[in-house]
């Protein structure tokens, strides 16, 4: 190969790698929710007209792109508030709480210092103070912060792998249930066991890999879709909703060891 073809493709695989950095860089630094005017009837009828014309509801709208957050996220959407305060500058539609409740998508995406506002209608870095604007506990019903201290008897996390990350949801519900951890857990907090406080289950562990080494598991596809798995691991939120309303926020009856036996049929 001669020297000009040597300069040529030199040239040409420099100018491969400034594009896909000049591509990368623009979705990095791309600031969610700026859409141009074109853009505008993806979700308005008549934006200039009225704004509030929408093409479909909020929720359809907003799985457009964030699917996988919703199906993830703690709270519910569609739903009349009835356990709940609404303060005036968290509207709702039709009575009922949708995205744009909490979000208000047009608004900036960083508070002071590079934040992430994550569009919230108030701004905070903290989202128990933006949580507790709507969900006051009812002082004549024990409620959930009420109820916290009974989690600190002999409940306790014990990490037994380290390596293995677990979800950010595990992590924020050990972050506030287990007293030898407490709140400042960071993402690194690996796998292990939770004691609960007759009872003990691994969390971060790989449903799949656990069913192949051990047997007696359900496999996934037959399991009730109110387990939840995070990618493909075991957490608290695949027993554990803050939201459900039965006993121990569970996500499904447990009577007769039901929610247990959905996964463990050899029991």
């Not at 293995?164 to 400042?184: A, K």
Request: with cysteine; hydrophobic share 35%.
């Amino acid at each position: 190969m001669n020297k000009v073809l040597k300069r040529r493709f030199l040239l040409l695989g420099l100018l491969i790698v400034i594009s896909i950095s000049a591509i990368a860089a623009y979705t990095i630094s791309k600031e969610p929710h700026k859409f141009s005017e074109r853009e505008c009837r993806n979700c308005h009828l008549a934006p200039y007209k009225n704004p509030k014309w929408l093409i479909a509801s909020v929720t359809r709208l907003c799985k457009k792109c964030h699917r996988k957050t919703i199906r993830a996220s703690s709270h519910p959407v569609d739903v009349e508030p009835k356990l709940a305060r609404i303060p005036a500058d968290l509207p709702l539609k039709n009575g009922k709480i949708t995205c744009n409740t909490c979000h208000n998508i047009h608004s900036e995406s960083r508070l002071v210092f590079g934040i992430k506002s994550y569009f919230l209608r108030r701004p905070t870095t903290d989202m128990k103070f933006f949580c507790i604007a709507c969900h006051e506990e009812d002082r004549q019903k024990p409620g959930h912060k009420e109820l916290i201290t009974l989690a600190h008897i002999g409940s306790k996390y014990r990490v037994t792998d380290p390596t293995q990350p677990l979800d950010p949801l595990s992590v924020q519900c050990i972050g506030c249930h287990d007293g030898t951890i407490g709140s400042p857990v960071n993402y690194s907090l690996g796998g292990g066991i939770w004691a609960h406080i007759d009872d003990a289950h691994p969390i971060g562990v790989h449903y799949n890999t656990a069913r192949m080494r051990r047997g007696g598991l359900a496999p996934i596809s037959m399991l009730d879709r109110r387990i939840r798995f995070f990618a493909g691991r075991i957490g608290c939120g695949t027993c554990h909703d803050m939201y459900s309303t039965l006993p121990a926020k569970l996500v499904m009856e447990n009577d007769d060891s039901k929610l247990c036996r959905t996964c463990h049929y050899d029991k």
